[in-house]
Nanobody, 127 residues
Framework: QLQLVESGGGLVQPGGSLRLSCAAS????????IGWFRQAPGKEREGVSC????????DYADSVKGRFTISRDNAKNTVYLQMNSLKPEDTAVYYC????????????????????WGQGTQVIVSS
Protein backbone atom coordinates (compact mmCIF):
# COMPACT_ATOMS: atom_id res chain seq x y z
CA GLN A 1 0.00 0.00 0.00
CA LEU A 2 1.31 3.43 -0.98
CA GLN A 3 0.73 6.32 1.42
CA LEU A 4 1.26 9.95 0.46
CA VAL A 5 1.72 12.89 2.83
CA GLU A 6 1.81 16.50 1.68
CA SER A 7 3.62 19.25 3.55
CA GLY A 8 4.85 22.79 3.03
CA GLY A 9 1.59 24.68 2.82
CA GLY A 10 0.89 27.86 4.70
CA LEU A 11 0.09 31.54 4.42
CA VAL A 12 2.06 33.60 1.92
CA GLN A 13 1.71 37.08 0.44
CA PRO A 14 0.88 37.60 -3.23
CA GLY A 15 4.06 37.34 -5.27
CA GLY A 16 5.66 35.05 -2.74
CA SER A 17 6.79 31.45 -3.02
CA LEU A 18 6.16 28.11 -1.38
CA ARG A 19 7.53 24.64 -1.96
CA LEU A 20 5.19 21.75 -1.37
CA SER A 21 6.47 18.24 -0.72
CA CYS A 22 4.78 14.91 -1.30
CA ALA A 23 6.46 12.13 0.63
CA ALA A 24 5.65 8.50 -0.08
CA SER A 25 5.82 5.60 2.34
CA UNK A 26 4.88 1.95 2.34
CA UNK A 27 6.23 1.49 -1.18
CA UNK A 28 8.83 3.22 -3.29
CA UNK A 29 7.36 5.75 -5.70
CA UNK A 30 9.91 4.96 -8.41
CA UNK A 31 7.30 3.48 -10.73
CA UNK A 32 4.49 5.92 -10.02
CA UNK A 33 3.57 9.01 -11.95
CA ILE A 34 2.71 11.79 -9.49
CA GLY A 35 0.21 14.59 -9.91
CA TRP A 36 -0.58 17.71 -7.93
CA PHE A 37 -4.20 18.82 -7.71
CA ARG A 38 -5.95 21.62 -5.91
CA GLN A 39 -9.45 22.44 -4.80
CA ALA A 40 -10.67 25.86 -3.75
CA PRO A 41 -13.94 26.39 -1.85
CA GLY A 42 -16.90 26.14 -4.18
CA LYS A 43 -14.80 25.01 -7.13
CA GLU A 44 -14.08 21.72 -8.82
CA ARG A 45 -10.80 19.92 -8.30
CA GLU A 46 -8.18 21.13 -10.75
CA GLY A 47 -5.14 19.33 -12.06
CA VAL A 48 -2.10 21.55 -11.46
CA SER A 49 0.94 19.58 -12.54
CA CYS A 50 2.19 16.05 -13.05
CA UNK A 51 5.46 14.24 -13.54
CA UNK A 52 6.27 10.87 -15.05
CA UNK A 53 7.85 8.09 -13.01
CA UNK A 54 11.39 8.92 -14.15
CA UNK A 55 10.87 12.66 -14.01
CA UNK A 56 11.53 12.93 -17.73
CA UNK A 57 8.15 14.36 -18.64
CA UNK A 58 6.10 17.04 -16.93
CA ASP A 59 2.83 18.81 -17.59
CA TYR A 60 1.19 21.94 -16.19
CA ALA A 61 -2.18 23.57 -16.17
CA ASP A 62 -2.27 26.76 -18.22
CA SER A 63 -3.04 28.74 -15.09
CA VAL A 64 0.32 27.88 -13.49
CA LYS A 65 2.69 27.58 -16.46
CA GLY A 66 5.79 29.67 -15.95
CA ARG A 67 5.16 29.99 -12.21
CA PHE A 68 5.12 26.43 -10.85
CA THR A 69 7.74 23.70 -11.26
CA ILE A 70 7.29 20.04 -10.42
CA SER A 71 10.26 17.80 -9.68
CA ARG A 72 11.00 14.50 -8.03
CA ASP A 73 13.79 12.85 -6.09
CA ASN A 74 13.13 9.14 -6.20
CA ALA A 75 16.05 8.46 -3.85
CA LYS A 76 14.18 10.48 -1.21
CA ASN A 77 10.79 9.10 -2.26
CA THR A 78 9.56 12.68 -2.57
CA VAL A 79 7.96 14.89 -5.22
CA TYR A 80 8.04 18.67 -4.98
CA LEU A 81 5.96 21.52 -6.30
CA GLN A 82 7.81 24.82 -6.33
CA MET A 83 5.28 27.64 -6.51
CA ASN A 84 6.50 31.13 -7.40
CA SER A 85 4.72 34.40 -8.11
CA LEU A 86 1.74 33.21 -6.13
CA LYS A 87 -1.63 34.82 -6.70
CA PRO A 88 -4.73 34.94 -4.48
CA GLU A 89 -6.47 32.62 -6.93
CA ASP A 90 -3.88 29.96 -6.09
CA THR A 91 -5.48 29.64 -2.66
CA ALA A 92 -6.67 26.05 -2.26
CA VAL A 93 -6.04 22.75 -0.60
CA TYR A 94 -3.30 21.02 -2.58
CA TYR A 95 -3.22 17.26 -2.95
CA CYS A 96 -0.69 14.90 -4.42
CA UNK A 97 -1.74 11.68 -6.09
CA UNK A 98 -0.06 8.64 -7.63
CA UNK A 99 -0.76 6.15 -10.39
CA UNK A 100 1.26 3.04 -11.19
CA UNK A 101 2.36 3.53 -14.78
CA UNK A 102 5.76 1.89 -14.37
CA UNK A 103 8.40 3.02 -16.82
CA UNK A 104 5.89 4.76 -19.07
CA UNK A 105 6.59 8.47 -19.64
CA UNK A 106 2.88 9.19 -19.38
CA UNK A 107 1.45 12.17 -17.52
CA UNK A 108 -2.12 13.23 -16.82
CA UNK A 109 -3.93 16.15 -15.22
CA UNK A 110 -7.14 14.16 -14.89
CA UNK A 111 -7.87 13.21 -11.31
CA UNK A 112 -9.74 10.05 -12.21
CA UNK A 113 -6.51 8.57 -13.58
CA UNK A 114 -4.97 8.46 -10.10
CA UNK A 115 -5.39 5.74 -7.51
CA UNK A 116 -3.64 7.00 -4.37
CA TRP A 117 -4.19 10.37 -2.71
CA GLY A 118 -2.76 12.31 0.18
CA GLN A 119 -4.82 14.26 2.70
CA GLY A 120 -3.86 17.68 1.38
CA THR A 121 -2.06 20.78 2.56
CA GLN A 122 -3.62 24.25 2.74
CA VAL A 123 -2.16 27.12 0.74
CA ILE A 124 -3.48 30.63 1.41
CA VAL A 125 -2.24 33.55 -0.68
CA SER A 126 -3.31 36.79 0.93
CA SER A 127 -1.97 40.13 2.07
Amino acid sequence: QLQLVESGGGLVQPGGSLRLSCAASGLTMDYYAIGWFRQAPGKEREGVSCISSSGGRTDYADSVKGRFTISRDNAKNTVYLQMNSLKPEDTAVYYCAAVLWGASPSTSLLGNEYDYWGQGTQVIVSS
